[in-house]
């Protein structure tokens, strides 16, 4: 078992819908939790990043983490053309040295 | 002003040759780490160098030899290069603490053995 899954999609959704992405993860220990967007051709960018449970908010992204039941989320509000790239989740242990990731999904905004 | 910056961006090479791979950050990061990202966009970790020591060394064959000769850069050199080391390869580096733990990702190296 993957250490964090997530689904690798493609999802395509159209321009002004709210996107759902979501990562599970095994170990209890994880305690960072990021989001990284990743354009095609381009190295990962941090998008949001939370530490332990709760929701986070910046803009039209909102990030949320559920440690009782593993269960990383991002939420994309009134999506546009320009958030279509790959979404990686990633999570890291406190005083850890490695981030581990999902694998990605491939997200098309339509316009 | 680009933070992490890899050369070259593209490398396309022959079965059998050895290349290496240049990284540079100008954050002045303590850490830094290879990564390797396959054709399914799968992101795994390979190196991580911390202050110019070794830290994390994954199941990476022994073709693959990091080097860092100082901590704001980190190097990758492969021998006997293999059709299966096709990917893009991405450097890092990490700034952490206060909270906070943030990577920093360079362009990437887009490898294409043949």
């Known amino acids: 078992q993957k250490e964090v899954e997530q689904d690798p999609g493609p999802l395509s959704v159209p321009e002004g819908a709210i996107v759902s992405l979501n990562c599970t993860y095994s170990?209890?220990?994880?305690?960072?939790f990021m989001w990284y967007r990743q354009y095609s051709r381009k190295g990962p960018e941090l998008l949001m990043y939370?530490?332990?449970?709760g929701n986070k908010e910046d803009g039209r992204f909102t990030a949320q983490v559920d440690k009782s039941s593993k269960y990383i989320s991002l939420f994309i509000r009134d999506s546009q053309p320009s958030d279509s790239a790959t979404y990686l989740c990633?999570?890291?242990?406190?005083?850890?040295?490695?981030?581990?990731f999902g694998q990605g999904t491939r997200l098309t905004i339509n316009p | 002003d680009t933070a992490v910056s890899q050369t070259p961006k593209y490398l396309v090479t022959q079965m059998g040759n050895d290349k290496s791979i240049k990284c540079e950050q100008n954050l002045g990061h303590d850490t830094m780490y290879w990564y390797k990202q396959d054709s399914k966009k799968f992101l795994k970790i390979m190196f991580s160098?911390?202050?110019?020591?070794?830290?994390i060394n994954e199941t990476v064959p022994n073709r693959f030899s990091p080097k860092s000769p100082d901590k704001a850069h980190l190097n990758l050199h492969i021998n006997s290069l293999e059709l299966g080391d096709s990917a893009v390869y991405f450097c890092a580096s990490r700034s952490a603490g206060g909270g906070s733990e943030t990577q920093y990702f360079g362009p990437g190296t887009r490898l294409l053995v043949l």
């Open positions: 160098y911390n202050n110019k020591e070794l830290i």
């Open positions: 990633a999570t890291i242990i406190q005083g850890a040295q490695k981030l581990v």
């Open positions: 939370t530490y332990s449970s």
């Open positions: 170990n209890s220990a994880f305690q960072y």
